[in-house]
Each structure stands twice: as structure tokens, then as C-alpha cells.
């Protein structure tokens, strides 16, 4: 094991020759640097005549969005793997394949995706995902059911809940998410023309309350462990295919938070939409299959989470009549209410969407934002009396007329 220290490319070659089965010794390989994420190194190593490659990522020390003034725990590494391969356990058909990995180094080798296109892009291109509601809300119920108190015995859930403490990237959504858009803080970063509207978040009391309830659960529900950063730059597709990668944020928290990250991820893509689609049919279309899309997501979720439950339930009392009803009403009103904040922080908060923040033209990105905005608040609002996930597609409808 060596010391940490940020692989050089010729490192990362050297590295990825080690793993077993993948290259030939006498290989050419390439390398590229291909991170453009918030956090990390990511390396792509590939052997161009056999078109097979493999990928390094590797945590920095450091937030690499800020700058070394933002230290945060290698651990993280660990964590993120660890993740990965329970994730893929129970559904290994969504989650890449994990061929080596280095805590010291903050190393996790693993399946080129690359013949996968990350969602985010996909949809800004307009790209159909028809299987992607069914995936992801099997990979969501799955990952959540067995690694909750329902479905796994109790005494190791809370071990696991000990490996999985994950104070650094917990302490990125409490601020960004839950704190700075609600307040002057210098975290926040919005554009002049909607300052009016951010500041506007700072004094509405009925607003910030519903906040300060969903941070209480984000800090003291401890229900199942969760990806932590399900949007849609966390994914890899393909009409067919749909992987989830970069679980570095996982933790044990309110299930409705994953649920809420997918939904806010096509409903900031739905608000986008006037600035990339090329006429009003288009518009109407891809507006259409979006909110589909997203009621889909807790469609399926709930289908298979309910399907799980009566079939492997291991917590005797929650077979008392009523409770699985009781508990799925909990998650649907928590993933409405994360799914406003998680769309509300993109428009003012630190971290944005390429959805929205790419759009060609001055006018269109100030709409978007403003769609998004007056989503993200009505979900906030509404989440915790919610009674279906139909309510989204009227929340989303009229904000954009
Ligand atoms: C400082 S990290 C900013 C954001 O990037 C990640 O993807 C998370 O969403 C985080 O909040
Ligand atoms: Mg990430």
C-alpha cells in the first residue's frame, strides 16, 4: 500500500494493469483524466484496439469545486465503495462492477461505462429513456427495503449504520441543500436577474419551516441506507440500460430523500425544456414524457417496495394491518418535500444543473430558473400533505404556464 497522494496519469496506467483478467501484459493503453464531477479524480484507461477500458476514481482531500480551503475525509472513498457493493448485491444489473479497490490511496477501480451516456446529458439532448422508471425505482426500493430495519435483521443494520456515518459529505446537504438558499450566505450563488426571487426564499416563514422539517429528517432519520446524491449526473444510460454510479454521499437517512433526487432531476430538465427543445410539439412531447417519467419513478418504487415488504419482511410488527400503507404515505409526502428542496437549491445554492445553466440565451435560462423555482417552492409546501404523486404533475403544469 502506498501513501496518499493524487495518482499522476502514468500511475493510473500502471495501476490498471494490475488488475487480473482486464488488460494483456504487452497492452497499448491510453489515459485520460476524465472527472468533471464536484469532487474527485476520475481516470479512463483503455485499450483501443480491443476497446476494453476500465476506470480509477480517486477522492481528493479536498472539495475540488472550492479549492483546498474546503478539506473533506478520504474515508469517503471507502465509503462510496462499500456502498457500491452492497448496491450491487441486490441489484447488480444497475450498478458497475468493482474490480479493485485501495482505502489508503482512496482508490475504487471499476466497469468502463462508456458506452453509456451520463442522463443528464441525455436528456438535455432530447434522448428517450423508456425503461428508466422501472430501473431506477427497483434500484431505489431494492437498495432501500434491504438495508432498512424491514428488511434486514436489526442488530446488523445498526453496524452498518456505524460504516456508513458519513459526516463531511452529510455536512454539504445540510448546508447547501437545507440552509444557505434560506439565508444570505456566501455559499449561495444565483444570478443578478433573479435576486429578487432568492431573496424572497430568505423571509418565507411557511417555506422555511417546511425546510427546517425536512432537515430535521435529512439529520435524525436514520431509515435505509441511501445513494445521497441521486440526480441525474449520477447516472449512466441508455435507451435500454440504466446505471447508478458515485455514492460517496451515502449515509442512513430519510428513504424519500433518493426518491426526491430523481424527481427534482427531471423536473429541473421539464423546467429547462423551453430552452432545448426546437418547437412547441417538441416542447409538449418532451414536457409530456418528463412528468410520465417522474411519476413512473414513484410508481414502480412503490410497486416494488410493496412487492418486497409482503414478501421479506423481517420486522414482526410492521405485518400489523395498516403500517405498510401509513409507511409508504411517509415516503411519497418526504420525496415530494425533498424533491422541491433538491430543485430549489440547483437555482440559488452553490451547485448547479447543466439543464439550466447551459441554455443558450439570456431570457430562456431566467424562465427556467423561474420554473424551477416556483416548482421546487410548491413541492416544499405541499410535500407533507400530499395524498399521490399525481399532485406533481399539476404542481409542475401550472408553474409552467
Ligand atoms: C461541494 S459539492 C456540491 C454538490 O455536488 C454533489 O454532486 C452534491 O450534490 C453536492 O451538493
Ligand atoms: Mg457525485
Not at 17 to 23: A, E, G, L, M
Not at 85 to 104: G, M, T
Not at 303 to 331: I, S
Amino acid at each position: 500500500m502506498s501513501e496518499y497522494h493524487p495518482l499522476s496519469l502514468e500511475e493510473a496506467v500502471a495501476l490498471a494493469r494490475t488488475i487480473p483478467d482486464h488488460f494483456r501484459q504487452d497492452a497499448e493503453l491510453s489515459v485520460e483524466e476524465i472527472g468533471d464531477g464536484n469532487l474527485n479524480l476520475v481516470f479512463r484507461i483503455t485499450d483501443s484496439t480491443k476497446g476494453k477500458g476500465l476506470i480509477i476514481k480517486q477522492a481528493l482531500p479536498y472539495a475540488k469545486v472550492v479549492g483546498e480551503s474546503w478539506p473533506l475525509s478520504l474515508d469517503r472513498a471507502r465509503i462510496e465503495r462499500e456502498a457500491l457493493e452492497i448496491q450491487h448485491s441486490h441489484v447488480p444489473d444497475l450498478v458497475p462492477a468493482i474490480y479493485a479497490y485501495d482505502n489508503e490511496l482512496a482508490i475504487t477501480v471499476m466497469e468502463d461505462l462508456s458506452d453509456h451516456t451520463i442522463m443528464r446529458k441525455g436528456l438535455i439532448e432530447g434522448q428517450e429513456y423508456p425503461h428508466f422508471a422501472k430501473h431506477i425505482g427497483r434500484f431505489i426500493a431494492s437498495t432501500l427495503f434491504y438495508t432498512s430495519d424491514l428488511g434486514m435483521d436489526q442488530q446488523a443494520k445498526k453496524e452498518q449504520l456505524g460504516r456508513f456515518i458519513n459526516p463531511d459529505l452529510c455536512k454539504i446537504t445540510e448546508d447547501l441543500i437545507f440552509e444557505d438558499p434560506y439565508r444570505d450566505s456566501p455559499n449561495n450563488n444565483f444570478s443578478e436577474d433573479i435576486r429578487p426571487d432568492a431573496e424572497a426564499l430568505w423571509h418565507d416563514d411557511e417555506l422555511r419551516l417546511e425546510i427546517a422539517l425536512l432537515r430535521e429528517k435529512f439529520l435524525t432519520h436514520a431509515e435505509a441506507l441511501l445513494h445521497g446524491d441521486l440526480h441525474t449526473g449520477s447516472i449512466f444510460a441508455t435507451r435500454e440500460s440504466t446505471k447508478v454510479i458515485d455514492p460517496e454521499f451515502a449515509y442512513y437517512g430519510p428513504m424519500g430523500f433518493d426518491i426526491g433526487a430523481v424527481i427534482a432531476n427531471l423536473l429541473l430538465n421539464f423546467a429547462a425544456q423551453p430552452g432545448w427543445s426546437s418547437n412547441s410539439e417538441e416542447l409538449h412531447a418532451r414536457r409530456l414524457r418528463l412528468l410520465t417519467m417522474a411519476q413512473g419513478v414513484w410508481k414502480h418504487f412503490e410497486t416494488h417496495f410493496r412487492d418486497l415488504w409482503n414478501r421479506d419482511l423481517v420486522d414482526v410488527m410492521a405485518k400489523t394491518p395498516g403500517y405498510q400503507d401509513m409507511y409508504v404515505q411517509k415516503v411519497l409526502r418526504d420525496a415530494i418535500g425533498f424533491a422541491g428542496a433538491k430543485m430549489i437549491r440547483r437555482i440559488v445554492g452553490l451547485s448547479h444543473v447543466a439543464d439550466i445553466d447551459t441554455i443558450p440565451g439570456a431570457e430562456l435560462q431566467h424562465q427556467a430558473k423561474l420554473t424551477a423555482l416556483k416548482i421546487g417552492k410548491a413541492l416544499v409546501k405541499r410535500g407533507r400533505f400530499a395524498s399521490s404523486i399525481d399532485e406533481i404533475t399539476g404542481i409542475a403544469r401550472q408553474a409552467a404556464k
